[in-house]
């Protein structure tokens, strides 16, 4: 079965340094998100991608988040400047329009 | 905005029934159900769309109330690997890459 696949499984990073979280979606996907879950919470939307731009994005999507689809195929979150709130699990998903298939996340822990 | 979800917690044994419900306060076009269990990414399992269409899982079924803007996942004769967080995924009555907006989840816990 298609799976979405996120690297690294687990980061550990300074406060203040840039982080790059990857993802590489499902082949014959359009759609494509980030989201966050900070332990044992909700799970909170970041940002959604389609055709090769930002659809939406929440409010916690601020000007330290951005998105990129450099090469067709991977989908990468980049933290430029990374806060200890930052400190959460981070879920990539894809969708052809029905169910969003989730990839195994990427625990990112600010020290 | 964040759909809410009852009950909070619920544990069950082995082949009992458990319903779980999903109440939101805007019109929706679409929700979902997810399982997560501990340490690992959520798992699609349903989704309802507005108008009544229904996919997902034969063991496991729900409804979808438009006018109520709630939803109901309903496990029968429930397994241990049931146990998990569910969520629910609400889509606003907008449709088009629509993000989802994820319910405040329930834990179940099936024991033998």
């Known amino acids: 079965e298609p799976e979405v696949t996120q690297t690294p499984s687990h980061q550990v990073t300074q406060m203040g340094q840039e982080v790059i979280l990857r993802c590489v979606p499902i082949s014959n996907h359009l759609y494509f998100y980030w989201y966050r879950q900070i332990l044992g919470q909700k799970v909170e939307f970041l940002v959604s991608f389609y055709n090769n731009e930002i659809s939406e994005k929440s409010e916690i999507f601020d000007d330290q988040f951005s998105v990129e689809r450099p090469d067709g195929s991977n989908f990468t979150l980049k933290i430029r400047s990374t806060k200890l709130e930052d400190s959460a699990m981070y879920f990539c998903?894809?969708?052809?329009?029905?169910?969003?298939?989730f990839g195994s996340g990427t625990r990112l822990t600010v020290v | 905005q964040q759909p809410v979800q009852s009950p909070q917690a619920v544990i069950l044994r082995e082949g009992e029934d458990a319903v779980i419900n999903c109440s939101s306060s805007k019109a929706l076009y679409s929700v979902h159900w997810y399982r997560q269990k501990h340490g690992e990414a959520p798992v699609f399992l349903m989704i309802?769309?507005?108008?009544?269409e229904q996919k997902g899982h034969e063991k496991i079924s729900a409804s979808f109330n438009e006018k109520k803007q709630q939803s109901s996942l309903y496990l029968t004769a429930s397994q241990l690997s049931y146990s998990g967080t569910y969520f629910c995924g609400t889509e606003g009555d907008n449709f088009g890459n629509e993000k989802l907006t994820f319910g405040t989840g329930t834990r179940l816990t099936i024991i033998p």
């Open positions: 309802l769309l507005k108008g009544g």
């Open positions: 998903a894809s969708s052809r329009g029905y169910g969003y298939t």
